[in-house]
């Protein structure tokens, strides 16, 4: 499904990604975890084709988005969608039109057709007949039941999640957490999960990935990551102040 070879990307004269390698398969949960600001959502923007790497390739069912633009391009990037870390809903439009916003260049599709797939995916992230309301009415973790509904509708094949349990309490997590577990099975999608929160790694991922130092380390299972020889992961993953170097501390604080 994806493949990463070579991936590097710099700003500023600062490697932030440094020669990485992944191979994400078709419908697993992938957790890519790391500390704020290692470049996480960095591989996003460069998984969508919004920003271009300096070295390496990125190939989606065989096709390198690196060497695609215009209509080839947004072909591709019909088949991935994002749910953004902090929903990034269009304060203008109701919760319907929302939720249907990915559906209007699916020309083959009437508009009954639209509504209907609007109002099934609000019933799939348990928010049934709430099209008319508008996004400020709704709570931080209604809002992001939204975005995810808004990034299935279109029935992509890889559906990228950008810190999707940032700023919600330990119970609205877990209700994001097994939307994402939800949606996977149901609509067979790909996901690959941006994360740095413990309870969203274990309770989504099938397989984990570690970004420090602009290096990617694929460390496994759940299970697995427990059990890491890489020391660093086991720190992440208990909460170890050992994690940080003294720079690190400065800058995360």
Do not use: W
């Not at 591989?43 to 070295?55: F, Q, S, T």
Request: charged share 30%; with cysteine; proline share 3%.
């Amino acid at each position: 499904m994806i493949k990463i070879r070579n991936l590097t990307k710099i700003y500023d004269n600062k490697i932030v990604i440094d020669d990485i390698d992944l191979d994400v398969t078709d419908g697993e949960k992938l957790a890519v975890i790391g500390v704020s600001g290692c470049g996480k959502s960095t591989l996003l923007k460069l998984i969508m084709g919004i920003e271009k790497p300096e070295k390496g390739s990125i190939e989606i069912n065989g096709q390198d988005i690196k060497k695609l633009e215009g209509k080839a391009l947004n072909e591709i990037r019909k088949k991935i969608n994002m749910v953004f870390q902090y929903s990034a809903l269009f304060d203008s439009m109701t919760v319907g039109q929302n939720v249907g916003f990915g559906l209007e260049h699916l020309k083959h599709l009437k508009e009954k057709e639209k509504e209907m797939i609007v109002g099934q995916m609000l019933e799939d992230v348990g928010l049934s007949g709430i099209q008319s309301k508008m996004p400020a009415e709704l709570s931080g973790g209604m809002q992001k039941r939204i975005g995810i509904a808004r990034a299935i509708a279109p029935n992509p094949e890889v559906v990228l999640y950008d810190e999707p349990t940032t700023g919600l309490d330990p119970v609205r997590s877990t209700i994001i957490e097994d939307l994402i577990n939800k949606m996977n099975q149901k609509f067979k999608v790909t996901s690959l999960i941006i994360t740095h929160q413990v309870s969203t790694i274990y309770r989504t991922a099938n397989r984990i990935a570690m970004m420090y130092d602009g290096k990617l380390y694929d460390v496994g299972s759940p299970e697995e990551a427990k059990k890491s020889k890489i020391k660093k992961v086991r720190d992440f993953l208990e909460g170890n102040t050992e994690y940080l170097t003294s720079e690190e501390e400065l800058n995360y604080g």
